[in-house]
């Protein structure tokens, strides 16, 4: 098996919605080789020490030591882009508690350590973000004002419920 054959699919019974980042390109055929193609701008190998950093103690593992095997993964920016856009599309439902530590993950150790360019992120986004870095705003409203910059609607009770 090679390329988007190997992918996981997701099952019929899955309670929550598959794990895709609709805002990024689909995936294809250079993500089955990435060392011989050019990876999509939003993807780096997790094996290259010009944008990942060396072991920092007490902090992870930092970049792979090896590409023998490659590992593709988002920048860091993209992460964060998937988390905000993921806690506005899912904040009230229970899939939406895991979007908001991510979100405070990335400021607290990529961001402060200086490995995340929120410049490049997408407005609305880069404000929230911004804002959200301040704490200026209770999370409630920071939150409200996300979904419509993003033109998000509001769930019904019934959304709630599940």
């Keep these: 098996m090679s390329g988007l054959e190997s992918l996981p699919s997701s099952s019929q019974e899955r309670p929550t919605p598959p794990p895709t980042l609709w805002f990024l390109p689909p995936l294809d055929s250079s993500f089955s080789s990435p060392k011989k193609l050019k990876l999509p701008s939003q993807f780096i190998l997790a094996s290259d020490q010009t944008v990942l950093p060396t072991w920092p103690p007490g902090r992870g593992s ?8 490659p590992v593709v993964v988002p920048k860091s920016y993209i992460l964060l882009e998937a988390f905000l856009r993921l806690y506005a599309r ?5 899939i939406g508690a895991f979007a ?8 607290e150790y990529i961001d402060d350590d200086g490995l995340l360019d929120a410049k490049q992120l ?11 870095r301040q704490g200026r705003k209770p999370v409630r409203q920071w939150t409200r004002e996300l979904k419509e910059a993003l033109g998000i609607l509001e769930d019904s009770e019934d959304d709630h419920s599940r």
């Design 62 to 69: 930092g970049v792979f030591k090896s590409d023998r095997d």
């Design 90 to 94: 899912d904040s009230g439902k229970r």
């Design 100 to 107: 908001m530590p991510m979100i405070g993950y990335m400021e």
């Design 122 to 132: 997408p407005e609305p986004l880069k404000t929230s973000y911004k804002e959200l």
